[in-house]
């Protein structure tokens, strides 16, 4: 879910899937989401991601993981390149997504019909401070109306 969220960047997009993770979710039940929230990477300054180094068939392949900011928030453009060797490109791929801070993915998701609603740095720990772009979406969906 977190690697689909971001690409959420139409307003009308983003409800219609808090409505539709609310329709699915059992009263009180929990939401869990772990996901890059960029507004952290526009506000540091650097547009790169870690750097990542993997075999395929024996041969080390590179990831390269960076966005673009565009001038208007909340827009990102986020590039992906593969390469092989020193000077081999194998992919690139970019796609728009969503630059969401923290405290805007609280807020809208509190918006939208969830309770309890806690954005954290650590997946096993929904009070742990986020400090960068890897965030923790912890939410309770509404209990039923009881009289």
Known sequence: MGNVWPQLTDEADIDAAIAGILSVLRPGGRLVMGLKAFEA???S?????PLMRREHEGEPIW????VDFTPTPPIVEMHMIVAKGE?????HRSGR????????LRLRLLAGGFDEVKVSGKLGDPD??????????????P???RE
Do not use: K
């Open 63 to 66: 990831f390269i993981r960076f």
């Open 128 to 141: 742990n401070v986020p400090t960068g772009e890897d965030v923790f979406v912890h939410a309770r969906g």
């Open 143 to 145: 209990m039923p109306y």
């Open 97 to 104: 997504s969503r630059s969401w801070s923290a405290e805007e």
């Open 87 to 91: 000077d081999q490109c194998v992919l």
């Open 41 to 43: 990477r526009r506000e």
């Open 45 to 49: 300054g650097n547009p790169y991601m």
